[in-house]
């Protein structure tokens, strides 16, 4: 039993409030490059026949009962793997008007993954920790919520910045800085090293 | 067994004469007991007859009369058709005025036939006619004792111009007495009294509630009827001119003489049975109350049709040119009713096509004329008469209560009226269900028509339609939300009774199919057609419905314990509505919100509600009706003309023949003592 | 090796040999066509025991329903399949098999109706259309087996020593549409698509979850192997053959399955009892002539 359940985990995509760039990634698991299926992962349109509900998009007002409902229809034991920056925290529509937040505002979240939106393979190692995480359910032990490394900011109420967390923001900068840098150069160099 | 020539008269003249007690007495509880009381006397002596009678020699019973009898049968036949007459010109309709003096010209002009005055057969009970008195006394007596309920409830609310509760009863019990006396009657006079009889009971009934559509369609009923009444006269007058009797058997003993008769006999029979083009008596008849549309259906009058062509199919054997054609009268009927019965949202018609498409099969099946053929239909008139009594009333009692015979209606019944659900799924599961009646003998009756494939193709198409339109309706009554109790219905307690009496009737059927099918009507088969060993085949099957029996029930004792008792409140979800659906919160607060309701645009609360599929803006029913209708009157045109030419180029043929077939006969006689003897000389040379 | 033909030539032993190895065989061809597809679009697919781990998952999930009545027939539906293939096992009346076949079938409509879900009760109102255009040709191909063996019961099949295939190769046409129907094959797969994105999600079978779907699961094996066994009857003298032939069939319909778009259950209805009803009977009418 145990096997079957890490063998057939069964999909269920919800789009919150997403870009759809993440869903477009999170399809494309399924095409021949991916093959999310040789897993045993089966995408269905129905949370009663589902085991993992995956979550795209940031939680707002208008849908977060329909995210609940579609939670509370899949039977037990389930997981929920949120895609991306939105369900995690709200990611770039955190501070619109009628954003909630992140995913676990309103369900618990056992998996997420990070990304803008996460790469193909991201998503199936995601997938794959999820289904570790069910069999666990399934046993009855207890499975402890992932705790965020990001702190989740939000709009006018947001608190003034302190110093440690400018100079947080600045090496995060000099550091995204240095990666464009090494990126622009790899990149430079590549042409080169075909042309010879 | 003299017992039995007191009771059979007894049980006739019971319902006959308390309709006109129930006439006279004006309280109401009087009458319901006199009522109950004949319900009960009925089905026990119908029950007694069938017993009694089977104890005779052969399993036949038959009562002669005295010659001067037969003076009363045409008496009382011109009684009859002289109040049709005064009918029609009270309602100033010439046509049935027309067939009214067309008939009576006929009975009298069959006087100066000369035929044998002798003492004559006038009550014969065989094999099919106990079939038919156990329908129409067991079935008849279960509505007699609904009616009680439900009339009381009518007549509350019954239109203005309505009938008395005193007209109905006195009509009512009189059409079940005259079905009795039909089925039974074996002299043509008396038959052609019954047979009168019932149409105008039925043309009584029909406009018992009064108004212009009602009566409309009472006239229609008796037009039709009429019509019918015609050719019967005219196919009695054939067969006196042919063999100077005028009983059955006379019909039946010079089979060659007698095929003009039959095939006008049997026409009236398509009338009687509302086969198409005459359906359109029946679906009028809907607008009657439903104890009658119940009685028409299931326990007389459509049923005297098809007892008819049973009755008279298997004596022409020989005639296959002609019973084929009656059996595409059949056939195509049994398509038509199931196609248009599959476009009907009313109930009450769903029914009705759905007793004129087994009405057709019936048919068909005694067209076929094999063994095998007639022993389905006799099973179909039985099952069908118990299924279709049950859902009639059932259909009626749920028009009382919701006040709406639409199918889209009886949405969610199942928690509304719970009893009556169970009844009426129960009735409709029997039409379809692997074990019961119904099924089977469609089975039976696909299995025989292998011996003609054109005829099949109706047969195939018909019964896959069949399945989708009961499968609709099942699905309608029982389409819920969860309700963790049952409510209790409050049901009148006749009607109770009456609905329990009938499903217990379906059930018990059901479950013992098999037997009875193998142990009752293949025998009757095999006695009408002289014949052994039809079934054997088919009586491998025991085995399977054993299968059957057992895996449903092993499977069921599971089921219950682990899914039904077992049953949590924690497993209960909301359907899924794309998450919208409303909160629970929502549902509390508003008691027009269901739990299946969802929000819509600007959370506005909306109802889901998708209704059946009913091939609107495919098939028209009046354009499809049209086209039938054209089709059957095509077939019982050839069904004339073949018959017309048939009986002269036989005639013709037999004159012809007639030195050559025995000049034959010698040759084949001294052939066959030439090989005798050559066969014994070599048997002497071997010694 | 004597007395274990023996035992099993027993007809309860035989019969509940049927009932335990029919699901894997059933699954097996399931994961065959999963297979298939999946090489057909370049992918390497699921494992080969697959479904058996779909089926066992599923039980291992919680019960979840909308009310009892529904669970009524997810059993009736199994059960009625279950019986199906028992009594073609045993060689007993087609058309009995048929009818409880079409029972089965039945039970699932039913069961879809039974629930207040709209897709629920489209995907429900599809099936017996479905069921509609299905039926007759069942009907004429069992018809038409009565008019070549002179009997109507399965053991009867093995009368003759001629192929099926050759006296019936416009029936065995008209049968492959007909089971696309029934597995649910585009173009024909109306009430309930294996896709994820359809516009009645999974129609029939929406509502049910857990170990209820997973009985339907398992009914679907019995399902599958059973028109598999009707397929291979086709050819009924060499068994080798007769798996070739059965396989072909179910090639052909992966085939259609990847290659059609979903079409209107009008279109089906009218295909159906125009194209494969016309052939069965032009069929029917060369056995009887012969």
Redesign the interface.
């Given at each position: 039993m145990s096997k079957a359940i890490k063998k057939s985990p069964w999909v269920v995509h919800f789009n919150c409030n997403s870009c759809n760039g993440c869903d477009i990634e999170f399809l494309a698991c399924l095409t021949p490059t991916y093959d999310v299926e040789r897993f045993g992962v089966l995408h269905v349109g129905n949370p009663k026949h589902a085991d993992v509900l995956v979550v795209t998009g940031s939680v707002n007002n208008r849908n977060k009962h329909v995210l609940k409902n579609v939670y509370d229809q899949m039977p037990e034991p389930k997981v929920v793997v949120a895609m991306g920056a939105c369900p995690a925290t709200g990611g770039i529509f955190a501070d619109c008007y009628n954003v909630i937040g992140g995913v676990n505002k309103v369900i618990p979240v056992d998996v997420h993954v990070p990304g803008c939106p996460p790469k193909p393979e991201a998503m199936m190692d995601g997938i794959i920790e999820a289904v570790g995480i069910l069999e666990k359910k399934r046993k009855g032990e207890t499975v402890d919520a992932p705790v965020l490394p990001v702190k989740v900011v939000k709009g006018p109420e947001a608190p003034p910045m302190t110093p440690e967390m400018q100079a947080k923001i600045a090496a995060a900068k000099a550091a995204a800085a240095a990666k464009a840098a090494a990126a622009k150069a790899a990149a430079e160099n590549q042409p080169e090293a075909k042309a010879e | 067994m003299n017992w039995i020539s007191w009771v059979l008269p007894v049980l006739i003249a019971l319902p006959l004469v308390g309709g006109v007690l129930a006439g006279i007495i004006t309280s109401d509880r009087v009458r319901y007991t006199l009522v109950t009381l004949l319900a009960v006397l009925i089905a026990a002596g119908g029950i007694g007859v069938v017993y009694l009678s089977t104890l005779c020699d052969n399993g036949v019973w038959t009562m002669q009369a005295a010659p001067w009898m037969a003076h009363v049968g045409v008496g009382l036949e011109l009684a009859i058709i002289a109040v049709i007459l005064i009918v029609a010109l009270k309602i100033k309709n010439w046509w049935i005025a027309l067939f009214g003096v067309l008939q009576i010209a006929g009975v009298i002009g069959g006087l100066f036939i000369h035929g044998e005055h002798g003492s004559f057969e006038l009550f014969k009970i065989d094999n099919l006619a106990r079939i038919m008195l156990l329908v129409s006394c067991c079935v008849g007596a279960a509505i007699l004792i609904f009616s009680i309920g439900y009339m009381h409830n009518h007549q509350k609310h019954a239109p203005e111009g309505a009938g008395s509760l005193q007209r109905f009863y006195f009509v009512f019990l009189s059409f079940l007495g005259l079905m009795i006396g039909l089925v039974v009657s074996s002299q043509l006079s008396f038959f052609s009294f019954f047979w009168e009889g019932t149409t105008l009971c039925s043309y009584a009934l029909i406009g018992q509630d009064g108004g212009k559509a009602r009566s409309q369609n009472a006239v229609r009923a008796l037009l039709i009827n009429s019509f019918g009444g015609v050719l019967l006269v005219l196919g009695v007058i054939v067969l006196k001119y042919q063999t100077g009797g005028e009983t059955f058997n006379e019909l039946f003993s010079k089979t060659d003489a007698t095929i003009v008769a039959a095939v006008l006999l049997a026409i009236a029979a398509f009338t009687k049975s509302a086969l198409f083009p005459f359906q359109s008596w029946l679906l009028g008849a809907m607008v009657a109350p439903t104890p009658v549309s119940a009685m028409l259906h299931a326990a007389t009058m459509v049923k005297a049709g098809v007892y008819l062509v049973m009755r008279l199919m298997p004596n022409y054997q020989g005639d296959t040119r002609v019973t084929m054609v009656v059996a595409f009268a059949g056939a195509i009927t049994f398509l038509g009713g199931a196609l248009l019965a599959c476009t009907q949202s009313n109930g009450k018609r769903v029914l009705a096509y759905s007793t004129i498409s087994n009405l057709g099969l019936v048919v068909a099946c005694a067209g076929i004329n094999s063994p095998l053929a007639y022993a389905a239909g006799l099973a179909i008139i039985s099952f069908h008469a118990i299924s279709k009594g049950l859902l009639f009333l059932c259909v009626g009692r749920i028009e009382q209560e919701i006040g709406s015979r639409d199918i889209e209606d009886m949405d969610g019944l199942m928690f509304k009226m719970p009893f009556t659900s169970l009844m009426i799924l129960i009735g409709m599961m029997s039409m379809l269900l692997p074990p019961f009646g119904m099924l089977l003998s469609k089975w039976l009756a696909i299995e025989a028509t292998m011996r003609s494939p054109f005829l099949l193709i109706f047969m195939v198409l018909g019964s896959a339609l069949t399945v989708y339109f009961w499968a609709k309706w099942i699905g309608r009554i029982q389409h819920t939300g969860y309700h963790p109790v049952l409510p209790k219905e409050e049901i009148p307690r006749t009607m109770k009774i009456a609905l329990s009496l009938l499903a217990l009737m379906v059930l018990g059927t059901g479950i013992t199919t098999m037997l009875i099918l193998t142990n009752v009507f293949t025998p009757m088969a095999e006695t009408v057609f002289g014949s052994k060993g039809m079934l054997s085949e088919t009586a491998n099957f025991k085995y399977g419905a054993l299968i059957i029996f057992g895996a449903v029930a092993i499977f069921g004792v599971l089921h219950y314990f682990i899914c039904w008792h077992g049953f949590k409140r924690e497993w209960v979800r909301k359907p899924f509505l794309c998450g919208e659906n409303v909160t629970t919160e929502e549902v509390e607060a508003d008691s027009e919100v269901r739990s299946y309701d969802f929000h819509s645009v600007g959370g506005k609360i909306e109802h889901s509600h998708v209704t059946n599929y009913y091939f609107l803006g495919i098939i028209n029913e009046k354009l499809v009706t049209g086209c039938l209708n054209w089709a059957a009157w095509l077939i019982i045109l050839v069904l004339i003309g073949n018959t017309v030419s048939y009986t002269n180029s036989k005639n013709q043929l037999a004159k012809d023949t007639a030195p050559a077939v025995k000049s034959v006969q010698k040759a084949g006689k001294s052939a066959a003592s030439d090989l005798g003897n050559f066969a014994d000389s070599i048997k002497k040379e071997a010694k | 090796m004597e007395s274990l033909q023996k035992i099993i030539s027993n007809p309860w032993v035989y019969?509940a040999l049927v009932v335990v190895l029919t699901p894997f065989a059933g699954a097996l061809l399931t994961s065959i066509d999963?297979k298939l597809t999946?090489r057909m679009?370049?992918?390497?697919?699921?494992?080969w025991?697959?479904p058996?781990?779909?089926v066992?998952?599923l039980?291992?999930?919680?019960?979840?329903?909308?009310?009892?009545?529904q669970?009524?027939y997810a059993?009736?539906h199994?059960?009625?399949m279950?019986?199906a293939v028992?009594?073609l096992a045993?060689g007993?009346?087609l058309?009995?098999v048929l009818?409880?076949q079409?029972?089965s079938m039945?039970c699932l409509?039913?069961g879809?109706?039974?629930?207040?879900?709209?897709?629920?009760?489209?995907g429900?109102?599809r099936k017996?259309?479905q069921?509609?255009g299905v039926?007759?040709v069942f009907?004429?191909m069992i018809?038409a087996l009565?008019?070549r063996n002179g009997?109507?019961?399965g053991s009867g099949l093995f009368s003759k020593a001629e192929p099926l295939l050759l006296s019936m190769p416009l029936m065995f046409l008209a049968f492959l549409c007909a089971i696309a129907i029934e597995m649910e094959k585009s173009p024909f797969d109306l009430s309930s698509s294996h896709?994820?994105?359809?516009e009645i999600?999974?129609g029939v079978t929406?509502?049910?979850?857990?170990p209820?779907?997973g009985l339907i699961e398992i009914a679907h094996f019995y399902e599958f192997a059973f028109f598999f066994g009707l397929m291979m009857a086709f050819w009924h003298t060499n068994i080798i053959i007769g798996l070739i032939v059965a396989f072909a069939g179910l090639v052909f319909m992966t085939v259609l399955d990847n290659s059609f778009a979903r079409l209107t259950p009008?279109w089906m209805l009218r295909f159906m009892?125009t194209v494969p009803l016309s052939m069965a009977?032009a069929n029917?009418?060369w056995l009887?002539v012969k």
């Open positions: - | - | 019969a999963r999946a679009q370049g992918r390497i697919g699921p494992s025991f697959q058996l781990y779909d066992a998952k039980f291992s999930k919680n019960p979840m329903a909308l009310h009892r009545p669970l009524i059993t009736l199994l059960v009625f279950v019986v028992v009594l045993l007993c009346d058309l009995m009818f409880v079409a029972f039945i409509v039913l879809g109706m039974s629930v207040r879900s709209p897709y629920s009760w489209i429900s109102q017996i259309m069921m509609l039926e007759p009907l004429v018809l009565y008019l009997s109507f019961l896709h994820a994105h359809q999600v999974k929406l509502e049910y979850s857990g209820f779907l009008n009892w009977l029917l009418i009887w």
